[in-house]
């Protein structure tokens, strides 16, 4: 079985804040893990992803996620917010590929308010 | 540029109709899925399929159909057997199963 937490549903910063967005999941085998943005009314767009090499991620617009297993986290991090990064985050788990589970499994999602 | 088509974005149906949503992958990808999103709830599986001509459900299929017979193509059917229909409909496809999942813009459904 495999599980996300996103703890808190909405986050707010100023602009040039640092963004820090948090998820932890459960998971019996080795996971991959995943982070997604969604703006309104649009379909989600891959921001990063972990697949058991470094557990520091780089991904598109400036974000990063450090795998932490001892903690079961994958925490999403921008040095400095902008306003156009105003938009829903989800967390995503699936099991590494050979597993029986096909399933991607999100969390409920965080959304990130922006203020000048 | 290769994609996730899905049509229309937006779409109105009296209860008791039947509707088709519509999911085009240029991709490749052998695997294919449909989300329902609904406010606070995050992404629910309603159907994904690994490869053409199956499919398997997922988590909350009732009131749903679909079909794959094409690789590129897996369309949706709300049944009027569905019965909180109104939602954000999104479709992903993956090159396999596990990996990374590609979202479509998402059809918003109202019914009434």
């Known amino acids: 079985a495999q599980s996300v937490t996103q703890l808190g549903s909405h986050v707010s910063v100023s602009e040039g804040a640092l963004v820090l967005l948090r998820c932890n999941y459960s998971s019996s085998v080795p996971p991959y893990l995943f982070w997604y943005v969604q703006y309104p009314n649009q379909g989600l767009q891959l921001l990063l992803k972990y697949t058991s090499a470094a557990t520091l991620v780089k991904g598109i617009n400036g974000f990063e996620a450090e795998f932490k297993k001892s903690e079961t986290s994958f925490h999403l991090t921008k040095p400095s917010a902008h306003m156009s990064d105003a938009a829903e985050y989800f967390c995503?788990?699936?099991?590494?590929?050979?597993?029986?589970?096909?399933?991607?499994?999100f969390g409920k999602g965080t959304l990130l308010t922006v203020n000048p | 540029d290769g994609g996730i088509t899905q049509s229309p974005k937006y779409l109105f149906r009296k209860e008791g109709q039947n509707v088709t949503l519509s999911c085009e992958q240029n991709l490749n990808h052998d695997a294919m899925y449909w989300y329902r999103q609904d406010p606070g709830q995050g992404l629910r599986l309603i159907y994904y399929s690994q490869i053409v001509n199956d499919f398997q459900k997922g988590d909350i299929a009732e009131g749903y159909s679909v079909s794959r017979e094409k690789k590129e193509s897996f369309p949706l059917t709300v049944t009027s057997a569905q019965k909180n229909p109104t939602a954000f409909y999104l479709c992903a496809s993956s090159i396999a199963p596990n990996y990374e999942q590609y979202f479509g813009p998402g059809t918003r459904l109202t019914v009434t």
């Open positions: 995503a788990v699936s099991p590494s590929p050979g597993g029986s589970n096909y399933k991607l499994t």
